[in-house]
């Protein structure tokens, strides 16, 4: 049998390392808790399901919390702690030498503040420039009660692909 040292180092962390770990990934107390106090997971499936879930659904102020920590699409997060190394690793597919798209990103990030009174997030790792601003153009036509619904799954999605790069690490 194959053990998955990521996940084995994540089952027997101390309650603290687990949790220092995990809200690296999203900063969600509720969610932090419930995923650290569901271990141990008998799998790598099981956790990423777990963070794919947890607390749900999200409440309005928590999504407002976890979006603190998120730097708007486009811009180079700044800082030296791990959740500026993984939004910039997350980011490294925008294309920051196009101009105009750089600018509809600024247009749009502005826009999408203007209407939500938040920043914009989706998730990045693995889209183009394009593919991003496709998102943004069509979820700057949503009401509030949807766009909330679709950043609580952004947020999972990105929680649970973090998670799952630092079981890697």
């Known amino acids: 049998m194959i053990v998955d040292s990521g996940l084995h180092r994540f089952n027997t962390a101390s309650s603290q390392d687990a949790t220092e770990w995990v809200r690296t990934c999203m900063n969600i107390p509720r969610w932090v808790d419930v995923v650290v106090d569901s271990r141990p997971y008998p799998d790598r499936g099981a956790l990423l399901t777990a963070a794919r879930t947890a607390a749900d659904p999200l409440t309005a102020d928590e999504i407002e919390q976890a979006l603190a920590h998120h730097p708007r699409i486009g811009e180079p997060p700044g800082g030296d702690d791990t959740q500026a190394h993984l939004a910039r690793s997350e980011q490294s597919n925008v294309d920051s030498s196009d101009a105009a798209a750089q600018k509809r990103l600024t247009d749009g990030n502005r826009a999408y503040e203007d209407k939500f009174g938040r920043v ?36 999972r999605d990105i929680a649970a692909r973090r998670l799952a790069g630092m079981l890697d690490a």
């Open 120 to 155: 914009f997030l989706v998730r990045a790792a693995g889209r183009s420039t394009s593919d991003i601003l496709t998102a943004l153009d069509r979820r700057l036509l949503n009401d509030e009660d949807s766009e909330l619904a679709v950043v609580a799954e952004e947020l």
